[in-house]
């Protein structure tokens, strides 16, 4: 069975932008969290989505927001960059919710 | 608040040495463990999860013991291989309403030829 895959990898932006990160979860899993990862704040929880809904959200500002689709892929968006939202961004699926939780690989977001 | 506390940060031991590390969480409502192993450039690996019913489970060099009476749960890696060098995340699921998972800081593990 394939793994969580998260689009893209690396991206370099500036400050002011907005971009969109793209996870495929695992087949068959139907929850997916969304976490930002620093040096300093370690891993950190950002929402998670269940059937096209979202049913948990951690406490970042309203610049950070996601979807999911009816096939159970996700994007996160964050809008209006800052210099602080340099982080790798993992996406972590699992089957309906509570149980264990799959990390993809990342995607490296630089903003300068 | 919710907390997970890891320690300790950093861990040098010698190939074929027993390497710990201990975690301790805050809310009660936490019942279930997992760890987690994050080599360079990769996402965090699920190596080995335990659930507030159980005491102790192993994996071949891998062990995780939990005592819920003094919230602390420990991850034991005998006989330990350079391959074994990477950063160690343990984490607790608070399930008191919804649900979420709090992570400790992580442990950067150097396994010494």
């Known amino acids: 069975k394939a793994g969580v895959t998260q689009t893209p990898r690396y991206l370099i932006k500036t400050r002011g932008q907005q971009v969109t990160l793209s996870c495929s979860p695992i087949?068959?899993?139907?929850?997916v969290s969304w976490y930002q990862q620093t040096p300093g704040q370690g891993l950190q929880f950002l929402f998670e989505y269940f059937s096209e809904t979202q049913r948990n959200k951690g406490n970042f500002p309203g610049r950070f927001s996601g979807r999911q689709f009816s096939n159970s892929r996700s994007e996160m968006n964050v809008s209006t960059l800052e210099l602080g939202d340099s982080a790798l961004y993992l996406c972590?699926?699992?089957?309906?919710?509570?149980?264990?939780?799959?990390f993809g690989p990342g995607t490296r977001l630089l903003v300068l | 608040g919710e907390n997970v506390e890891q320690h300790p940060s950093t861990l040098s031991v010698q190939e074929g040495d027993s390497a710990v590390i201990k975690c301790t969480y805050s809310?009660?409502?936490?019942?279930?463990f997992p760890w987690y192993k994050q080599e360079l450039g990769k996402g965090p690996q699920l190596i080995i999860d335990?659930?507030?019913?159980?005491g102790e489970k192993k994996d071949q060099r891998i062990a995780v013991t939990l005592n819920k009476t003094a919230k602390h749960f420990s991850l034991h890696i005998t006989e330990t291989q350079p391959e074994d060098s990477a950063v160690y995340f343990c984490a607790a699921r608070v399930t008191s309403g919804t649900y979420k998972y709090i992570f400790g800081t992580g442990t950067r593990l150097k396994v010494l030829a």
């Open positions: 972590a699926s699992s089957l309906v919710g509570p149980e264990t939780q799959y």
């Open positions: 087949s068959g899993h139907r929850s």
């Open positions: 335990i659930r507030s019913n159980v």
């Open positions: 809310d009660s409502a936490s019942n279930y």
